[in-house]
């Protein structure tokens, strides 16, 4: 079945907003938005996208709303450290999920899991979810394969069927990485054990208290986020090619020339010949096939540099095993958080997998942000898909913008000058949400009492807004908080986007159809 | 149901014998004078209507049982129970063309276009219709659907209808 979108005439037919229903909690309460509550969501493209909204509404209190099914679900409380209140901030990481190895007994559909799950789940309870097995284990098959979870068994080892051959029977020790996603939250306040934590949607647990090692001491006002999910890719990448948000970075599979202790050389032609000097620095390698070397499958690297194609050479730190010289790889993100906060200029990163911050990857911003701030990374522009735009708030309408590519630590660019720039300033009620579909954010930069809230897009690639229909619902008094979202509606390669937002003092969404 | 009716000797129509006037939009207009279009019911006697709709005592006039009923029910004549379903259908008409609502401390209001100035009223003097008591609570439901379910129907109906 396909959709056809044709009908939709932009001018003919203008864009609207219309209201979802209220959020109750589980005890019928009806929910309104307090002062740093954050709408987050799934940024992919992807048929395999999460259909969820994610409400964090206090240190305690977490929903999700199903946008297929049209509801509201409370969670169980993250109790979260800190004090909650502007500076509170989510962002959701959709290759992450539990990882490890796998037991002896797999069969062509199935694995046993060794590396025991974060939490028991129940039969079936995975069913839908998709899990990536790498054939990386001694005389492995050197292959990674992405399948959908058709059963399991209850346990935290449970075996897993999917929905097609693997094409190989996974050997003992082989990897596995479930792909359900994870919402990493951070609380506002001072930084304590349990300030920062993930709800995990594989097992619909919540992880432990995580590190907050190399945190600033405070999670002030001016708090934003960016993920650099490996699952972030764009619909057609620079080259070309088609991704349609699906796994396969920015170029699909591509097969290396050559390989060393900390190199991989990409394609004489096509593929990635016709990149330019560290047009990727900073973005990850990942092997996903090598039959030669089967342990060198899975690894992923950061790119430290490289130089233009044809044939370009990709230095990054050494390899655990070196790929064979015709091993395939993805250029994709490099599963980097990266947290702006309070009044430091520091650019903290955090590594998800490593469970570690540090404050030296990245380099400083050239001005702090302030209340109101907003980032995110254009991944679907096929012009600078590295670079992060970030609006600094404080009541300013400043533009700067980060270039991961641009140097080791990245290069800030500051206030940046762009089309419309005008007077629509983003202040403590900033919000914004980012859709890789068109390459294209809305943003609200500010809410006011007694008046309709202002929408504009912002166009990265012209560095362009533009007035959008505003959100009509008045609020009585205004709340704190970057409280935009989007899903995308997903029909084999016909899409389109709806965006969301959750007013001030209101208990209900809006949603908006975006085909301008 | 209960319905409050003023006494006006502002709306006059000449066409009718009786000229004194019993204008059940009178009490919308009263609102915010001159702001909403005069409405133009037919004059009718002067009557004060009391009881429950089933149970209208009507006096004020001699009255004949065939007077009574054009009072309470002739639509030609305007009879009273015309009026009444006049005035609802305006407020359902300014409810359905402007939804806006808006949060109070008590709950919620609408805000609405009534002015010819094009500005935005708040309508918050619904109140003194307060025969239109179940508009409240809609049966139970909330009544924040009414503006709600204008806002999907204008999607449905809209763009959502060119999407096959």
Known sequence: MATDFSGIKPKLDLPAWHATPLIYSALHVAQTATAGSTLTYDKRASQYKRNNIYFLNSATTLFKYNTKQNGWLQLASPALAGTFGIGAYNIFMPSMGPRGTIAAGATTTSVILSTALPATVGANQLVGQRIRIIGNN??????????????????????????????????????????????????????????????????????????????????????????????????????????????????????????????????????????????????????????????????????????????????????????????????????????????????????????????????????????GTVAFQAFGSSIRPGYIYNFRGGVTTTLDIFDITAATTGSWTAAVPYDNAGLATFSTTAAHAYSVLENKALLSPVSLASVPTNMYTFEPDSLSIKGYAPCPQIPSTVTDGDRLALDHYIDGTDKKTFFYWLPSTQSYMLRSLFYV | MTVTVSNSASSVNPDYDVKTSLDGVEIVQHVNVDSIPPVTIDSMPEVTVTGVATEATVSGIATSAASIETILSDANEAGFFSRVLVLIGFLVDYLRALPFVVPTALGHKVQALISTDSTMNILNTVSSVTAVSNLTNLNNIDSREIAWSMWLNGYNEGVRSKII
């Open chain 1, 138 to 371: 001694a005389a492995g098959s050197g292959l990674t394969v992405v399948r959908t979870i058709t059963a399991n068994t209850s346990g935290t080892t449970p075996t897993i069927t999917v929905d097609s051959a693997f094409g190989f029977t996974p050997g003992t020790g082989a990897a596995y990485e479930i792909l359900a996603g994870r919402l990493f939250m951070l609380n506002a306040g001072t930084v304590a054990a349990g300030i920062w934590k993930y709800f995990d949607e594989s097992t619909t647990s919540y992880s432990g208290n995580l590190s907050t090692t190399n945190l600033p001491a405070t999670i002030g006002t001016g708090t934003t986020m960016c993920a650099l999910d490996e699952l972030h890719t764009p619909i057609t990448g620079p080259s070309g090619v088609t991704i349609n948000g699906e796994e396969g970075g920015y170029y699909g599979t591509l097969t290396a020339t050559a390989a060393a202790a900390t190199t991989i050389t990409g394609h004489a032609a096509g593929g990635d010949s016709g990149v330019t000097a560290n047009q990727w620095r900073n973005f990850q390698i990942r092997i996903i096939e090598d039959t030669v070397n089967p342990t060198a499958v899975g690894q992923r690297r950061r790119i430290t540099s490289h130089t233009a194609g044809a044939s370009p050479v990709y230095t990054v730190p050494a390899w655990t095993v070196t790929p064979s010289a015709n091993a395939k790889y993805y250029i994709e993100n490099n599963n980097d958080i990266l947290l702006w906060t309070g009044t430091a200029t520091t650019t903290y990163r955090y590594d998800p997998v490593g469970n570690a911050w540090d404050a030296t990857t990245y380099a400083v911003k050239p001005a702090a942000n302030a209340a």
